[in-house]
């Protein structure tokens, strides 16, 4: 009778482990597709923002956005610079990212 309770609470631990384990791998990979969405829709805006492609930088970066299920929450032009923040919910937990794209700094 004591090797069962034993082994059911070594079952269960390792049962609690992997689905913690699971937990924190799976909002692991939602940060980074998150953080991957920001910098392609700060990429978007800043291409909008150069003329390199039509449309409204902002709304290219929303358009971006929206394939992963965010929303921007801040978007910025500074000339041809784009700053954008994009949020999501992971779970019930609100969740935001900033990513900034354009052209290299002028030399000195």
């Known amino acids: 009778m ?3 309770v034993a082994a059911v609470g070594v079952l269960a631990t390792g049962l609690l482990l992997g ?3 699971l937990s924190v791998g799976t909002a692991a990979v939602w940060s980074q ?3 991957g969405a920001a910098d392609a829709a700060a990429l978007a805006a800043a291409d909008a923002a150069s003329g390199a492609v039509a449309g409204v930088p902002c709304e290219r970066a929303a358009h ?3 394939t992963v ?3 921007v929450i801040a978007c910025e032009l500074d000339g ?3 700053t954008v923040t994009l949020g999501a919910t ?3 937990m609100p969740v935001s990212v900033a990513a900034r794209a ?3 700094p002028a030399a000195p």
Request: hydrophobic share 50%; net charge neutral; aromatic share 4%.
């Open 2 to 4: 004591p090797g069962t």
């Open 19 to 21: 689905a913690s384990l």
């Open 69 to 71: 299920g965010a929303e």
């Open 90 to 92: 992971y779970g019930v």
């Open 33 to 35: 597709r998150l953080a």
């Open 80 to 82: 041809l610079v784009a």
């Open 102 to 104: 354009g052209p290299p």
């Open 64 to 66: 971006v956005a929206a």
